[in-house]
């Protein structure tokens, strides 16, 4: 293939590189995109394959906002029309999770309209003509296309259950700030791309042992931090996308349109949306080279002294860590040697966890919450919901109508659609007397490792699950416990 835009940037002019790679995220408030109203429906809605927006099906063209009636972007009203299944936590940036229990019922794939949204900064409303992707590698630079992302590769599909690493913050007591997510940051989808692998070979990148690549997004506004994730080269050698499609569709917009990297099993923050540039490195993010410029500058008019801004360690370094209360903040690391989020809490080389592989997980997704059912005619009530562990698989999941002191196996459902990275279902026929419930779930993966009871005081100061606790961190990161996930039930006689 065509190197496009190659040339050669000096270590001295990194500063000024950095400074010219920018992408103005607030253009995407200028625009006056409208909404289908008809993926209110239960299918796929069409999907313009040159800007991520929802088309008119009469006309292939985009809808504006012709009509009096439609919500504008970046309200409320705009999400809950395109995303009927989400309830909505915030418009600008959006953010968005699961409305109901009933989406981890018995649908392997989750819907585009019903499958979480987690941004930083505000959604770039761009064009797949016009967006490229920066690859660095050392002194070198070279540009692709979307064309060539797209053409010039070979294309694979994954399903993969994609959850935002704070899926359960709401239930951290005391109350961590962030957004307060419940059970529903996440969802299981099937991603269609480039592989990483094929492009890093073809361009002759260093991909061996303790290499990682850098992943940057195209989202932040001009003097923000920029949303940055280092990514272990075994892992992006193994499995990684350039990813562009989404259940069959262009990605919409909120979900990353035009390109992202996926990273199979892995919490939703290393899958980097808006992906625009991506650097071959022998480290993470790591020190002032890319936390603070050195000297004094003046950026969209507000002058800065060059020291403390943080530039592309935040999300790396800063945050998505385990940091207990003891710690001020995370210790930063040059490298790790493991990246299994459940091996780094029993590693003496990293003090405070990053989030990478998932940890497992289970959700009941019906009986929803504080309902009341009775028995089939049989006599019995279905309990069904979804497990998922990551890199690992689910070796079995339990449930529980008493809050955990007893247990029954349930019966894993199979799904021909199911891999490695995909979420498994699981069925418990439940023999119920009149009464109240509480229902929990519980799953263990293959290497053992079983979700703990409940989430540790914050005086704990736990940096690991230990004696069936989850550590309380600042950042609400990781939950896994299943009490509080639990579903209140209450039984009448048939």
């Not at 063209?61 to 705009?78: F, H, L, M, Q, S």
Request: glycine share 10%; aromatic share 10%.
């Amino acid at each position: 293939m065509s190197q496009k835009g190659k040339s050669k940037t000096s270590k001295s002019d990194r500063s000024r590189y950095l400074d010219r790679r920018r992408f103005l995220a607030a253009s995407g408030a200028v625009a006056g995109t409208g909404v289908l109203t008809g993926c209110l429906g239960g299918g796929e809605p069409a999907e313009n394959e040159t800007d991520g927006n929802q088309t008119d099906e009469d006309t292939g063209g985009n809808e504006t906002d012709t009509d009096d009636g439609e919500p504008e972007r970046g309200t409320v009203a705009y999400l809950e029309q395109k995303y009927p299944g989400l309830e909505i936590l915030s418009p600008e940036p959006e953010n968005a999770q699961a409305g109901a229990r009933e989406v981890y019922d018995d649908q392997f794939i989750t819907p585009r309209e019903d499958h979480f949204i987690r941004n930083h900064y505000y959604s770039p409303d761009v064009t797949a003509e016009d967006w490229t992707l920066t690859l660095v590698m050392g002194d070198e630079e070279m540009e692709m296309s979307m064309d060539e992302i797209m053409n010039d590769y070979s294309t694979e599909t994954v399903t993969h259950t994609m959850q935002c690493s704070g899926n359960g913050r709401s239930y951290f007591e005391p109350e961590v700030a962030g957004n307060q997510w419940h059970y529903g940051a996440v969802g299981n989808a099937e991603w269609t791309g480039t592989p990483l692998s094929d492009v890093l070979e073809d361009v002759g990148a260093d991909t061996g042992e303790g290499m990682w690549l850098r992943a940057t997004g195209g989202d932040n506004p001009e003097g923000e931090d920029y949303f940055t994730r280092s990514i272990p080269m075994s892992k992006v050698m193994d499995d990684c996308l350039l990813a562009y499609e989404m259940n069959g569709e262009p990605m919409n917009m909120e979900h990353g349109f035009p390109l992202r990297i996926l990273v199979p099993g892995w919490y939703g923050c290393n899958n980097v949306k808006w992906l625009d540039e991506i650097e071959v490195m022998d480290t993470m993010v790591f020190g002032p080279d890319w936390e603070a410029r050195p000297e004094p500058y003046t950026e969209a008019g507000q002058e800065y002294d060059g020291t403390g801004q943080r530039t592309h360690t935040h999300w790396q370094q800063y945050s998505y860590r385990i940091v207990p209360e003891q710690d001020e903040r995370a210790l930063h690391n040059r490298s790790i040697g493991t990246f299994d989020t459940r091996d780094q809490m029993e590693s003496e080389e990293i003090r405070n966890v990053y989030m990478y592989d998932q940890m497992v997980k289970s959700t009941i997704g019906t009986p929803g919450e504080d309902v009341t059912v009775s028995p089939d005619d049989d006599g019995m009530i279905e309990v069904f919901g979804v497990a998922w562990a990551g890199d690992d698989s689910v070796e079995t999941v339990e449930v529980s109508p008493d809050g955990g002191e007893n247990w029954q196996e349930a019966e894993l459902v199979a799904d021909d659609r199911e891999g490695p990275y995909s979420w498994t279902m699981f069925r418990y026929m439940w023999e119920a007397e009149p009464g109240d419930y509480t229902l929990v779930s519980r799953a263990t993966d293959e290497q053992g490792r079983t979700q703990p009871r409940e989430i540790a005081d914050q005086d704990e100061g736990l940096r690991g699950i230990e004696n069936d606790l989850y550590p309380w961190d600042s950042g609400g990161y990781g939950m896994n416990a299943y009490t509080p996930l639990g579903v209140e039930v209450t039984v009448e006689e048939a």
